[in-house]
């Protein structure tokens, strides 16, 4: 779905405060020199997040209140809450990024159900003792490996808009001559469902994996059981399989709609050149950079980039609601 | 569960069809890269080529072999080199973290470790415009391009779970034998790790090697660019010839493939893991 | 880190919100130091950017840095090919102290680095006879605030390219110069009329695959915008000027021309013979005289009420404000801008030549040449200011703040090719633009 690491956000939902620290024994001896190597361990990974995500991440704030241009011989001037009041509610200028967060909301509204249930269908396809199953399970999850950059570029030629394109082909021979070329990427009713669908490709592996673990942590008596009551697989399905990783679920479908707002990568690329229809695809990142980079607009891209970890906080706070209360492994 | 020779026909027969439609794109794309460039465009009829070549893999090679458009084979030793760069550096920095906030008692271990915590609430597409706007003095710079990745909260989180699980006698005995923290950590914690290491070393190569958003940012010398920046550089040049295109893509996916084939039940294991185990 | 700055009092906030810009505008050199270019000794290496676009651009570029450096012994040239669609912000975002020495920059774009301190005037390292052999045309390109800035190889020139055998076919007259131009309705009915002819309904290739939502985009199309009535910018201001109605109009009649379009993936639509017309620059020719010999018409564009118009102005070479070799670098930009290496790059691009000396050797474009036509257009500059229905090649807007107004065009151009409703995409460009405008204080140049 991203190649930037999904699964980065994936546990942040599931991250606990630390058991405390004082209630393992210690010999007081010990604790007193422990602190030095602690701190001394731990610095060089402390620094570079401090470094490169907190203090990028304050900055961000305080770029925001200024009408900062890159490269510009004005000095920076104090714009108060100016950049967010055109992201919002200025006519004109709040356009672009408000269809991003729709593009977004949609990206997510589809992705969501459809991946996770997609997911969860090759899951339990694949949850069974056959002989190759190892070989299948790679074969599904082989697009997890796939750089987005190159998912862009071949789905760029399978979605191609002239006759010779392959879906528009395959398709034309399918139904027997009657289909016309079609402009998938470029025509505003279709271009995100193209960027789904090859985003779906590349990210459902990921999540079927997850899924899959989560299935074999059933216990196969359960199973047995259900069967000794003669219950047939729908409903060995919706009583014994969905409550066993509806935890796991909920993860992925929330794991899901955070990678949702990430997507980049293939926005990007199909929209410079790929002929990707913008005003229908450009995602809130998107909208970040180009803002940054071709307009050199340093301010508002820094505005958007508050947004957009906003959005994000809360989709994990919720993520982290949702999942606590399930009982642990 | 007992299975009829019908019903595992049946399974095989759904499998194979799914499997088959799953894998198209990914056979598209080898297929494409060895046929002559104009059959690549020509939709279902020239699927299947009618003769098989090498030429567009020489072409990627002697079209990327200059100074002023760069090396192929130097886009995919920088590649190599940050991945190299950000899995070793990130392994060693990130179990010490780890390690040193989760299995060491001192005060403000556990606050250190609850702000790793928040920070990993931030994705780097967060940070991305105001750390290119902080770091554009150092742009085309390998270092650019590889230092902020090397220390990274979730795969301290990663560490930090598998550290807790492991139980205390082990250092005890280290301990008893007269043992500090750190030769206990790196010659008695890590050889009984290896999981932990082989998954975020998997999961951590793969987000470095397709990464994508930073060098968009950062990178326009052609001799620091990693290999998926190249990739759009490449398919952007005019008039495009697809087959070359379809070949550098080959090119950039095989080594992960690779890598994949040996070690696909740690790629499983380490994506599967960090979710139901957390 | 952000829970702790929080808890901040307010007092030392404002403190680190006011502090940390001007770190960072010290840190970033973005506020750029006054140019320091100094004359050098006049040897030893020197880097060179240019752009990379097209292949056998690139290739005559590279072979005129292998021909210069095996010239002589004193200066190596260093070259380095940047992807075009990350040219201009890449030079943008690079501070001028990482810059080449010498670099090449899209004629629009002079304006916004003179403005930004990223290039030095050129006048005191080129040789007096460089200068005096650039056309009048594309000095005028390279000043600005009445110094010399930038010298170009060639300027450049749109026009339509026609494949007669596929006009004749389908029974289309087609004008055979400025005169008896086709008006927009008059083009639009041939389009129709060859698409009802082609097997794939798809007569006309405007090169989409280079993207429209680009520099190109702004450069093939602004000519429809001019040649309506409308400007990109008129004293100043977008609006009333790139959404007046005969703009809005012209980008409507545009928008008809998707459904014969050719979505040219694979950049060969009209060699290949599946459409008979490109809307296209001149940098095409070569590849399509190969493909078509005589079967090749060049056409001005069409006529939206305002008289024929076209673009003008091209890549132009500069020489980086911090260059420590301004000598190397004006040498090596003498050695770039003679007879042999600008005939040998217009030669492999079928650009006209912006050297006189060059032009008049062309055989391309003298009297009679296959491309006469785009060499008289250019014959009728209109400037960036008074675009009457008398001239013809129009220079895009010389501002700093170019960037802005090609960046609102292009993106409100593919919309409208997406299928947005003209009106509404240009009129929110036109505020867009004012409002960067007003936002960098006019992008007065100090």
């Not at chain 2, 019903?7 to 194979?16: A, F, K, Q």
């Not at chain 3, 210069?68 to 690079?94: A, E, G, M, R």
């Not at chain 3, 009048?136 to 749109?158: F, I, N, Q």
């Not at chain 3, 070569?286 to 673009?311: M, R």
Request: glycine share 8%; hydrophobic share 45%; with cysteine.
């Amino acid at each position: 779905m991203t190649s930037d690491s999904p699964a980065q956000a994936l546990a942040a939902g599931r991250a606990k405060a630390p058991p405390p620290a004082s209630a393992r024994p210690g010999r007081p001896g010990r604790r007193n020199r422990e602190w030095v190597h602690g701190l001394l361990m731990s610095a060089p990974a402390l620094a570079g997040l401090i470094a490169f995500v907190g203090v990028p991440f304050g900055y961000a704030v305080v770029l925001s209140l200024y009408n900062v241009r890159l490269g510009s011989p004005l000095p920076p001037s104090f714009f108060g809450l100016e950049q967010y009041r055109r992201l919002f509610t200025d006519p004109d200028l709040s356009g672009p990024f408000l269809r991003a967060l729709l593009n977004n909301l949609v990206f997510a509204a589809v992705v969501v159900p459809v991946q996770t249930a997609l997911a969860l269908g090759l899951a339990v396809l694949l949850n069974r003792t056959l002989k190759a199953i190892g070989f299948f399970r790679s074969l599904f999850f082989m697009p997890v490996v796939f750089p987005m950059a190159l998912v862009a570029v071949v789905w760029r030629l399978i979605l191609a808009r002239s006759d010779q394109g392959m879906l528009n082909s395959v398709l034309h021979h399918l139904s027997l001559g009657h289909w016309g070329a079609h402009d998938w990427l470029g025509s505003a009713a279709t271009a995100m469902v193209s960027v789904i669908a090859l985003s779906i490709w590349q990210g459902v592996g990921f999540q079927m994996v997850i899924l899959l673990a989560g299935l074999q942590q059933i216990p196969a008596e359960l199973h047995e059981a259900a069967q000794l009551d003669r219950a047939g697989r729908w409903q060995r399905f919706c009583h014994v399989t969905l409550p066993g990783i509806r935890g796991t679920l909920v993860f992925v479908a929330l794991l899901t709609s955070v990678l949702s707002f990430r997507v980049f990568d293939q926005v990007y690329i199909l929209i410079r050149g790929g002929g990707l229809n913008e005003d229908a695809t450009h995602t809130v990142m998107y909208e970040a950079v180009t803002t940054a980079f071709d307009r050199n607009d340093i301010g508002q891209a820094a505005a958007v980039t508050v947004v957009f970890f906003l959005i994000v906080v809360v989709l994990t706070l919720l993520q982290r609601r949702f999942v606590r209360p399930d009982p642990e492994d | 569960m007992t299975r009829t020779p019908l019903r595992r026909t049946l399974d095989y027969l759904v499998l194979s069809v799914l499997a088959f439609i799953f894998v198209l794109p990914a056979l598209y794309l080898f297929l494409g890269s060895f046929k002559p460039s104009d059959q690549v465009l020509s939709g279902l009829s020239g699927f299947l080529p009618t003769h098989l070549t090498l030429h567009n893999y020489r072409a990627v090679l002697a079209a990327l072999d200059s100074d002023s458009t760069g090396y192929f084979w130097h886009f995919m030793g920088v590649s190599l080199l940050l991945a190299a760069v950000v899995v070793l550096g990130g392994l060693v920095v990130n179990s010490m973290a780890a390690y040193g906030l989760t299995r060491l008692r001192w005060r403000g271990s556990s606050a250190l470790f609850a702000l790793i915590l928040l920070l990993m609430l931030v994705p780097f597409e967060a940070v991305a415009v105001p750390l290119f706007y902080l770091l554009n003095g150092a742009r085309n710079t390998l270092a650019v391009q590889a230092v902020p990745f090397v220390a990274n909260a979730f795969s301290i989180y990663q560490f930090a779970t598998f550290f807790r699980a492991l139980p205390v006698s082990i250092e005890e005995a280290a301990r008893i034998d007269g043992a500090g923290p750190w030769r206990t950590f790196f010659a008695v914690v890590i050889p009984m790790s290896r999981p932990v290491f082989a998954s975020v070393a998997i999961l951590t190569f793969l987000t470095q090697w397709g990464s994508f958003l930073w060098p968009v940012l950062m990178v326009s010398d052609p001799s620091e660019r990693p290999l998926p920046l190249e990739l759009s550089v490449f398919q952007g040049q005019q008039p495009p010839d697809w087959g070359q295109i379809l070949a550098f893509g080959v090119l950039l996916v095989l080594p992960v493939l690779i890598v994949f084939a040996f070690f696909q039940r740690w790629f499983v294991q380490g994506v599967a893991g960090s979710a139901v185990k957390g | 880190m952000p829970v702790r700055k929080r808890r901040l009092p307010t007092k030392s906030l404002t403190g680190l919100a006011l502090a940390l810009p001007l770190m960072a505008v010290t840190a970033c050199g973005a506020g750029g130091t006054p140019a320091k270019a100094s004359a050098g000794s006049g040897s030893g290496a020197i880097t060179v950017w240019g752009h990379q676009g097209q292949t056998n651009e690139d290739t005559a570029l590279q072979k005129a840095v292998r021909g210069f450096n095996s010239s002589q012994q004193k200066i190596k040239v260093k070259l380095k090919l940047i992807p075009q669609n990350d040219y201009t912000k890449t030079i943008t975002t690079t501070n001028a102290s990482e810059l080449p020495d010498v670099l090449e920059m899209d004629g629009p774009t002079v304006a916004n680095f003179v403005y930004n301190r990223k290039i030095t005037p050129i006048t005191s390292y080129v040789s007096a006879r460089t200068v005096e052999n650039a056309t009048r045309a594309v000095k005028a390109e390279g000043t600005v605030g009445g110094k010399l800035y930038a010298l170009g190889m060639y300027d450049s020139g749109m026009g339509l390219f026609a494949d007669k055998k596929l006009l004749k076919a389908a029974g289309v007259a087609y004008p055979t110069g400025l005169s008896d131009d086709w008006t927009s309705t008059q083009f639009t009915d041939a389009v129709r009329k060859l698409a009802a002819r082609d097997p794939d309904g798809k007569s006309l290739d405007i090169q989409e695959n280079t993207g429209l939502d680009t520099e190109a985009g702004t450069y093939q199309f602004a000519p429809i915008v001019w040649s309506a009535g409308g400007a990109l910018l008129k004293n100043g201001k977008a609006a009333g000027a790139i959404d007046s109605p005969g703009a809005v109009s012209a980008l409507r009649t545009f928008q008809s021309w998707k459904k014969y379009t050719d979505p040219n993936t694979d950049g060969n639509a009209f060699a290949k013979g599946r459409v008979a017309l490109s809307w296209v620059g001149h940098w095409m020719y070569p590849a399509y005289h190969k493909a078509l010999g005589s079967d090749l018409a060049v056409l001005p564009l069409p006529d939206f009420g305002n008289g024929p118009k076209t673009g003008q102005g091209s890549w132009t070479w500069g020489i980086g404000a911090d260059t420590g070799n301004g000598k190397a670098a004006g040498a090596f930009l003498d050695y770039l801008l003679d007879d042999t290496n600008v005939s040998a790059m217009t030669t492999a691009n079928g650009a006209p030549p912006a050297t006189r000396t060059a032009l008049a050797k062309s055989p391309l474009y003298k009297p009679g040449g296959p491309l006469r036509l785009l060499a008289d257009q250019l014959a009728k500059p209109c400037g960036d200011t008074h675009i009457t229905s008398s001239c013809v090649a129009v220079t895009r807007p010389v501002t700093a703040g170019y960037p802005a107004v090609t960046s609102q065009f292009s993106q409100a151009l593919n919309s409208v090719f997406g299928g947005a409703d003209p009106k509404a995409a240009l009129s929110k460009a036109a505020r867009a633009i004012d409002q960067d405008f007003s936002d960098n204080q006019g992008y007065k140049i100090p």
